[in-house]
Nanobody, 125 residues
Framework: QVQLVESGGGLVQAGGSLRISCAASGITFSNYAMGWFRQATGKEREFVAAINWSGASTIYADSVKGRFTISRDNAKNTVSLHITSLKPEDTAVYYC??????????????????WGQGTQVTVSS
């Protein structure tokens, strides 16, 4: 059974930092590219960042570039998102997702095969 479990969300003041993580089980983690998406209340889910199977390549949404950093540890089956310079508009549920196309970096949510339940990040102004 595949499980992706996010953790580390919470309430943070604007300008602050946070690290959220996702632990994977039931898959050969290094065979998957990983992505982070987010969904704010009343809005569609949007792409945030993705990392290829080895961690050597990453892509980011323009809205988070320079503030967010995605990383992975294949030995621990985890992917993390380090979020800095938080803004109120970063408030959302953050989801991790696994993509079998391990060599690709994709932005469309429909390309991802497995999803976690999400972790809430709330930024106060």
């Amino acid at each position: 059974q595949v499980q992706l479990v996010e953790s580390g969300g919470g309430l943070v003041q604007a300008g602050g930092s946070l690290r959220i993580s996702c632990a994977a089980s039931g898959i050969t983690f290094s065979n998957y590219a990983m992505g982070w998406f987010r969904q704010a209340t009343g809005k569609e889910r949007e792409f945030v960042a993705a990392i290829n199977w080895s961690g050597a390549s990453t892509i980011y949404a323009d809205s988070v570039k320079g503030r967010f950093t995605i990383s992975r540890d294949n030995a621990k089956n985890t992917v993390s998102l380090h979020i800095t310079s938080l803004k109120p508009e970063d408030t959302a549920v953050y989801y991790c997702a696994a993509d079998q196309a391990k060599f690709l970096l994709r932005r469309r949510s429909g390309n991802y095969d497995y999803w976690g339940q999400g972790t809430q990040v709330t930024v106060s102004s």
